[in-house]
Antibody, heavy 123, light 111 residues
Framework: QVQLVQSGAEVKKPGASVKVSCKAS????????MHWVRQAPGQGLEWMGI????????SYAQKFQGRVTMTRDTSTSTVYMELSSLRSEDTAVYYC????????????????WGQGTLVTVSS | QSALTQPASVSGSPGQSITISCTGT?????????VSWYQQHPGKAPKLMIY???NRPSGVSNRFSGSKSGNTASLTISGLQAEDEADYYC???????????FGTGTKVTVL
């Protein structure tokens, strides 16, 4: 069965960086793109970007351009999301989510989601 | 790219049917059948309920159905049950540089 297991909660100071991991299992890792989505406390879902686990190409939401870096390690079937220059507004739960194979495009909406990683930014 | 527009809240009594709308533009909802719906209980990750406008993944109750007309997609929950109380989000592929856009979210309350 498909599983996406994310790293644990993080507490960071403003200006620092955070790197969240997402380990995939139960399917061919390189066959499906992976989204990163975040959700601030009490707020809705916000798309951050997407990575192709096969070639490593990425596309980021304009809002995060210059601050976010998505990478992958095919040897461990893991994708990573690093966000730098953290500020209090970045406090949120960060999710990885696999692009659904039901769609005939590579970047469609997701099906399976990780359990989420809470990142708290506080001085 | 703005979020897709959903009503903030919808409520219904057990056994009733409710419908949640999701309004976008011709660049997202109206232009493609790449619309999904998610259910999210407090403290949990979103769960896929509908994909490609109207298809249910295996294991999702047939009380959930989806449709689309023009720039608006809809999720209908029939035979409302207490366990359906949750937040619901639509999402769509978009032809803008933001490849994926989500709805503003709807809180469903079972009275």
């Amino acid at each position: 069965q498909v599983q996406l297991v994310q790293s644990g909660a993080e507490v960071k100071k403003p200006g620092a960086s955070v790197k969240v991991s997402c380990k995939a299992s139960g399917y061919t890792f390189t066959s499906y793109y992976m989204h990163w989505v975040r959700q601030a406390p009490g707020q809705g879902l916000e798309w951050m970007g997407i990575i192709n686990p096969s070639g490593g190409s990425t596309s980021y939401a304009q809002k995060f351009q210059g601050r976010v870096t998505m990478t992958r390690d095919t040897s461990t079937s893991t994708v990573y999301m690093e966000l730098s220059s953290l500020r209090s507004e970045d406090t949120a739960v960060y999710y990885c989510a696999r692009v659904s194979p039901h769609y005939d495009i590579l970047t469609g909406p997701p099906d399976y989601w990780g359990q989420g990683t809470l990142v708290t930014v506080s001085s | 790219q703005s979020a897709l527009t959903q009503p903030a809240s919808v409520s219904g009594s057990p056994g009733q049917s409710i419908t949640i709308s999701c309004t976008g533009t011709s660049s997202d909802v109206g232009g493609y059948n790449y619309v999904s719906w998610y259910q999210q209980h407090p403290g949990k990750a979103p769960k896929l309920m509908i994909y490609e406008v109207s298809n249910r993944p295996s294991g999702v109750s047939n009380r959930f159905s989806g449709s689309k007309s023009g720039n608006t997609a809809s999720l209908t929950i029939s035979g409302l049950q207490a366990e359906d109380e949750a937040d619901y989000y639509c999402s769509s592929y978009t032809s803008s540089s933001t490849l994926l856009v989500f709805g503003t979210g709807t809180k469903v309350t079972v009275l």
